[in-house]
Nanobody
Framework: QVQLVESGGGLVQPGGSLRLSCSASGTDFSINFMGWYRQAPGNQRELVAGIRSGGATNYADSVKVRFIISRDNARNTVYLQMNSLKPEDTAVYYC?????????????WGQGTQVTVSS
């Protein structure tokens, strides 16, 4: 069973930075996609940033330039560097991973980590 463990959330003032980490374990198969989603109260869960094993990335328009996603394939770990944080970035951030087994992709979620941007 694949497990995703997130860390790095917390309380930060507007304009500050945080770095989230998510490590995947429990699989020897290829993790093609790793990404971060977020969900604020009353809102749907939305993609923040994603990265494929080859390095291709995509970002939500609202975080482009401010956030940087990266991954360490050897450690099955994905990072999200969040800079110039705004109150509207406040949400629970979830890690998601797509594992390929026999041409089928299985999706897994982490438990979520709270990010609060407030003065």
């Amino acid at each position: 069973q694949v497990q995703l463990v997130e860390s790095g959330g917390g309380l930060v003032q507007p304009g500050g930075s945080l770095r989230l980490s998510c490590s995947a374990s429990g699989t020897d198969f290829s993790i093609n996609f790793m990404g971060w989603y977020r969900q604020a109260p009353g809102n749907q869960r939305e993609l923040v940033a994603g990265i494929r094993s080859g390095g291709a990335t995509n970002y939500a328009d609202s975080v482009k330039v401010r956030f940087i996603i990266s991954r360490d394939n050897a450690r099955n770990t994905v990072y999200l560097q969040m800079n110039s944080l705004k109150p509207e970035d406040t949400a629970v951030y979830y890690c998601k991973a797509g594992v390929s087994k026999n041409r089928v992709v299985y999706w897994y979620w982490g438990q979520g980590t709270q990010v609060t941007v407030s003065s």
